[in-house]
């Protein structure tokens, strides 16, 4: 079992509050005040509306309830507690009103549950739902618009990405599933509305977010895979993007409308003239720019008001796709193409929205990449920069030679032979390759057994390709970087964590105040921007199976966090009481601070994290959502007193 967080609590945080405040972040005195303060009465009202709330759903749990239907109730509980938790976020003088809504509506449905009825389950029109996330072990809400007279066949689904909303939390998300809006989605297809945990652009656990949330529709409805849609505006608009290129063969066809797809360009007035290179090669991770070519693969609506500055989103896309070969004709103010199945469209003095003309056109085009169906393509072309987007159909991208540079695969299966070409590749996994006799990569032909699997599995060495009979024989190591397993920091967070905060005594007593200061930072960031408490334990406290499904956060040094001290031999960082060696430099313990990300050297498939939460903080969330790349890449120095970090950068492909 986790620690009781309030024990833990009790452990560690009147040393952190002391640093954090002494440091000038305590981030609750940053926030913005509400626009509307409840009465006494009101939070009074709400606060025994959420106790009771939570001891009906304790007792559902107690007496064994589902959890996939214990969620649609815990979900009102969780936005109710979140309404109390952030004062800041009574936006409006509604809200405290809507919050009650929701507490009642968390307290019908209890009630029903605990009699076995589910009414919410046979109600057309928008519901509100929720899951568990593996990130966190939180509740999530999600609202799926179901058609009247639904019979369970499998149907089209429309998946909607929201635009930034910075009056936007649980309860206001819950109760809009109550509210008419346009657009309601024709009775042939099921509608999904992402939450993607408020504003993050829909990446980090924002991004996980999605693909959690159609998981969940595709458990409770029938969907049909071959015909998902995917769609956004705005900050929806770029997540449509990047979502889009980045999992080409996930959708039927896209409509990204407005939004961003650069860093650089799009935040210019955010930065700093002298943005690190470490900075500038992680931006490739979110720049969807960077993976325009994949729409080649799929159906693609790119929409821009004429006179909205984010029109240059799609011109970005346009543009590159140009540039690699795409011919557009103009078509009025918008561009057509045979070169591709895309469309890109400008709304006539059109500020930022859709403009009704160019909406109508866009839906006759996805009703129609929608009728034809998702194909599996015999000839595939992706690229990629990191192995975190490794796949496209049959084709997956197990290595590259170099990360965040550009990697190409072009792939096609003709009569039983595979011929291939590759850029910045250095193992490719083709699968479904059962009748497969040849392959022709790069100019080089192999031959794979005449009884082999329906995967094929190719590693480069030397400038050389070889067939290989096992993942593990391909990768020749565990450690290596491959999909799920490359950094940089922050990609820890998209997968099951756990914080390890130390309870034993530090070699440096100023090294392990920084590092609670950077605990305590991402303890309270987190919760608030990402919507779920951080799992924490202790060292002491950590199990087998902790190690095994989760990558592990410590904070502290060998001497106050027993954990670090188990891996240390492991990582490529050397530390004594008195100094530690990292990226070919030695620092005294107490001038500075190790941070990495590692495979665990206790679970080479899972990562461990020292002294770090998200490398991104408050000030990048409250700013525009395209802030939100990492600052520190696969490992830093940092100074114990705060600061700039003295170095950083990235591991190579083998993790040194």
């Not at 954090?20 to 303060?37: C, F, I, K, N």
């Not at 109730?73 to 979140?82: L, M, Q, T």
């Not at 458990?219 to 449509?240: E, H, I, K, P, Q």
């Amino acid at each position: 079992m986790r620690d009781n967080p309030g024990v833990v609590k009790r452990k560690l945080s009147w040393i952190a509050w002391c640093l954090l405040a002494g440091a000038g972040v305590y981030l609750s005195a940053q926030e913005a005040q509400p626009s509307h303060r409840p009465t006494d009465v009101e939070l009074e009202m709400l606060g025994v509306q959420t106790r009771a709330l939570g001891r009906d759903v304790a007792a559902l749990r107690a007496s064994g309830a589902d959890d996939a239907l214990l969620v649609d109730v815990e979900v009102y509980h969780k936005a109710c507690e979140w309404m109390l938790r952030y004062p800041e976020e009574y936006y409006r003088k509604i809200y405290i009103h809507d919050a009650l809504d929701v507490a009642a509506e968390g307290r019908r449905r209890a009630a029903a549950l605990a009699k076995g009825e589910t009414p919410w389950l046979t109600t057309p029109g928008r519901i509100a739902r929720g899951y568990r996330s593996q990130v966190d072990g939180s509740v999530q809400p999600y609202i799926v618009d179901v058609p009247p007279g639904y019979d369970g066949k499998p149907l089209r689904l429309d998946v909607v990405l929201h635009g930034r909303n910075s009056r936007l939390n649980e309860v206001s998300f819950l109760t809009s599933a109550a509210r008419p809006r346009a657009g309601t989605p024709k009775p042939d297809y099921l509608q999904l509305e992402v939450y993607g945990r408020t504003n993050n652009a829909y990446r980090w656990a924002g991004e996980a977010d999605v693909f959690e949330a159609m998981a969940a529709v595709e458990r409770n409805y029938r969907v049909d895979l071959d015909r998902v849609v995917l769609r956004g505006f705005s900050m929806g608009g770029a997540g449509t993007w990047q979502i889009g290129l980045h999992h080409p063969d996930r959708w039927v066809a896209m409509e990204a409308g407005a939004g961003f797809t650069d860093t650089l360009v799009y935040t210019k007035n955010s930065l700093p003239a002298d943005v690190p290179e470490w900075q500038k090669r992680a931006m490739h991770i979110y720049d969807a720019v960077d993976y325009s070519v994949n729409a080649r693969t799929l159906a693609v609506v790119g929409y821009g008001g004429e006179i909205d500055p984010q029109l240059q989103a799609a011109v970005n896309i346009r543009e590159a796709l140009a540039r690699d070969g795409a011919q557009f004709r103009p078509d009025g103010l918008n561009f057509t193409t045979d070169s591709l199945n895309a469309v890109f469209l400008v709304g006539p003095d059109t500020p930022h929205r859709f403009h009704p003309d160019s909406k109508a056109r866009s839906n006759a085009f996805l009703d129609a990449a929608v009728a034809h169906g998702r194909q599996t393509p015999d000839k595939v072309r992706f690229v990629t920069r990191t192995t975190r987007y490794a796949q496209s159909f049959w084709v997956r991208v197990d290595g590259l030679e170099r990360s965040y540079d550009e990697a190409e695969v072009v792939a096609e299966r003709k009569d039983g032979t595979i011929v291939a070409t590759t850029r910045n590749v250095s193992r490719l996994v083709f699968e479904d390759a059962g009748a497969i006799t040849r392959v022709e990569i790069d100019g080089r032909t192999l031959e794979p057994p005449a009884q082999h699997s329906a995967v094929l599995w190719l590693g480069k060495s030397a400038g050389n390709w070889a067939l290989y009979e096992s993942q593990a024989a391909m990768r020749g190591s565990p450690r290596v970087k491959r999909p799920g397993l490359q950094g940089p920091i922050d990609d820890a967070f998209t997968q099951p964590f756990l914080v390890v905060a130390p309870s034993g005594k530090a070699w440096n007593a100023a090294a392990n105040r920084a590092a609670l200061t950077r605990m305590e930072i991402f303890r309270q960031e987190y919760p608030k921007w990402l919507r779920a408490d951080t799992p924490l334990k202790t060292d002491a406290a950590v199990t087998n199976a902790d190690i095994a499904d989760h990558n592990l956060i410590l904070f502290g040094d060998p001497g106050s966090n027993a954990l670090i001290a188990r891996v240390l031999d492991g990582l490529p960082l050397r530390w004594t009481r008195e100094a530690f060696e990292l990226g070919g430099r030695s620092y005294g313990s107490g001038e500075a601070l190790p941070v990495l990300i590692f495979p665990n050297p206790l679970n080479p498939d899972r990562y461990v994290v020292l002294n770090s939460g998200h490398t991104f903080h408050a000030p990048e969330f409250r700013g525009t959502n395209a802030l939100l790349y990492p600052r520190l890449g696969d490992w830093a120095v940092l100074p114990v007193d705060g600061g700039a970090p003295l170095t950083a950068g990235f591991f190579d492909e083998s993790w040194h």
